[in-house]
């Protein structure tokens, strides 16, 4: 019997129908707030998908065990996570799964007091490069984390809302994979963060949207690093995500640049070049759902999972106040733990 799956919104893009397209081990059961011409042709003609229209409509069938969301407002998201969670059905969140740090203390307390599991699609970490930078990381070669620097450049786009409330904005949607590059392939926990962000360069008359922020952060083990998130990639890059990591230890740095094209290795006064992505990604949804039947655990726990999150609404706060236009101001203030 497969892992009954429904699917609310399609809001960032990433809803998981192509994914569950003849998956082994679960299927498309319900939709609501998604386009039945969205689907997979398979999907499409297949009698046992019901269409709801609403969320709470498809929380009443008994056949959808888990929930993804990809909700229509993703400051909405969070409670629309715990009335699915109340109503028995575990989650998988669009990230962010939560815009402030309340939202997040009470995602993981549901979780908690009803059984069921929950999970952002926070699989970046799992991706190669990085599943292979973070492995090498985790072997000690490069010696301790002492620094690291991290960028995230997504093009802009005229369907970007102007309102961060809608898809969690500059920091919560994009940056937040810089954050994971940090916490869960350089393998350090952020401590401090203090964040400053413009609006320079938004083509868009009346637009409230930052287009451009930076991030420097204090590391639990005495280290620093700093994250580049923007707007600002252009096409003719030929990826959709400029994305760098650099990553230095005690003995060595490891990098990926190019929108994770290029790959280096150095260790000492050997330069080992490219890396060998002999292991295959995984797919973080294959790792919940092998999860959710018994077959093995999560990689990372919960609350680790959710620490990114929480460190880009810290961020988001710090930079709070503090848009960088025309004119300068202060641009770091701590934030809390």
């Given at each position: 019997?497969k892992?009954?799956?429904?699917?609310?919104?399609?809001?960032g893009?990433?809803q998981i129908?192509?994914e569950?397209?003849?998956h082994?081990?679960?299927?498309?059961?319900?939709?609501?707030?998604?386009?039945?011409?969205?689907?997979?042709?398979?999907?499409?003609?297949?009698?046992?998908?019901?269409?709801y229209?609403?969320l709470?409509?498809?929380?009443?069938d008994?056949?959808?065990?888990l929930?993804?969301?990809?909700?229509?407002?993703?400051?909405l998201?969070?409670?629309?996570?715990?009335?699915?969670?109340s109503?028995g059905?575990?989650?998988?969140?669009?990230?962010?799964?939560?815009?402030?740090?309340?939202?997040?203390?009470?995602l993981?307390?549901t979780a908690?007091?009803?059984?069921?599991?929950?999970?952002?699609?926070?699989g970046?970490?799992?991706?190669?490069?990085?599943?292979?930078?973070?492995?090498?990381?985790?072997?000690?070669v490069?010696?301790?984390?002492?620094?690291?620097?991290a960028?995230?450049?997504?093009?802009y786009?005229?369907?970007r809302?102007?309102d961060?409330?809608?898809?969690?904005?500059l920091?919560?949607q994009?940056?937040?994979?810089?954050?994971?590059f940090i916490?869960?392939?350089?393998?350090?926990?952020?401590?401090?963060?203090?964040?400053?962000?413009?609006?320079?360069?938004?083509p868009s008359?009346?637009?409230?949207l930052?287009?451009?922020a930076g991030l420097?952060?204090?590391?639990?083990?005495?280290?620093?690093?700093?994250?580049?998130?923007?707007?600002?990639n252009?096409?003719?890059?030929?990826?959709?995500?400029?994305?760098h990591?650099?990553i230095?230890?005690?003995?060595?740095?490891?990098?990926?640049?190019?929108?994770g094209?290029?790959t280096r290795?150095?260790?000492?006064?050997?330069?080992?070049g490219?890396?060998?992505?002999?292991?295959?990604?995984?797919?973080?949804?294959?790792?919940y759902?092998?999860?959710?039947?018994?077959?093995?655990?999560?990689?990372?726990?919960?609350?680790?999972?959710?620490?990114c999150?929480?460190?880009?609404?810290?961020?988001?706060?710090?930079?709070?106040?503090?848009?960088?236009?025309?004119?300068?101001?202060?641009?770091?203030?701590?934030?809390?733990?």
């Amino acid at each position: 019997m497969k892992l009954g799956v429904g699917l609310y919104g399609n809001n960032g893009g990433h809803q998981i129908h192509r994914e569950l397209s003849c998956h082994p081990l679960a299927k498309v059961v319900a939709i609501a707030g998604l386009d039945t011409d969205l689907l997979t042709p398979e999907q499409q003609a297949d009698p046992d998908i019901r269409v709801y229209e609403t969320l709470e409509r498809m929380l009443d069938d008994k056949r959808a065990q888990l929930i993804s969301l990809c909700s229509p407002v993703r400051a909405l998201q969070a409670d629309e996570a715990i009335l699915c969670m109340s109503r028995g059905k575990h989650v998988y969140a669009e990230k962010p799964c939560a815009l402030n740090e309340r939202d997040i203390g009470r995602l993981l307390e549901t979780a908690a007091a009803t059984g069921r599991q929950f999970r952002e699609m926070a699989g970046t970490a799992f991706e190669q490069p990085y599943l292979a930078i973070r492995e090498l990381v985790k072997s000690g070669v490069i010696g301790e984390v002492v620094q690291v620097f991290a960028q995230k450049s997504y093009p802009y786009h005229d369907g970007r809302p102007q309102d961060e409330a809608v898809d969690g904005g500059l920091i919560g949607q994009n940056g937040i994979h810089a954050v994971r590059f940090i916490e869960h392939v350089a393998g350090v926990r952020i401590k401090r963060v203090t964040a400053a962000e413009t609006r320079l360069g938004n083509p868009s008359a009346e637009g409230n949207l930052p287009m451009a922020a930076g991030l420097l952060m204090e590391l639990a083990n005495g280290g620093v690093a700093s994250a580049v998130v923007n707007y600002l990639n252009q096409r003719g890059m030929g990826s959709w995500g400029n994305d760098h990591l650099r990553i230095f230890g005690t003995k060595g740095f490891v990098e990926s640049t190019d929108g994770g094209t290029r790959t280096r290795l150095v260790v000492g006064d050997e330069d080992r070049g490219p890396l060998q992505l002999w292991e295959p990604e995984r797919s973080y949804l294959d790792m919940y759902i092998d999860c959710l039947l018994g077959k093995s655990e999560m990689p990372l726990p919960l609350e680790d999972e959710l620490h990114c999150t929480r460190v880009t609404v810290q961020a988001k706060q710090s930079a709070a106040g503090r848009i960088v236009n025309k004119e300068t101001r202060g641009l770091f203030s701590e934030t809390k733990e």
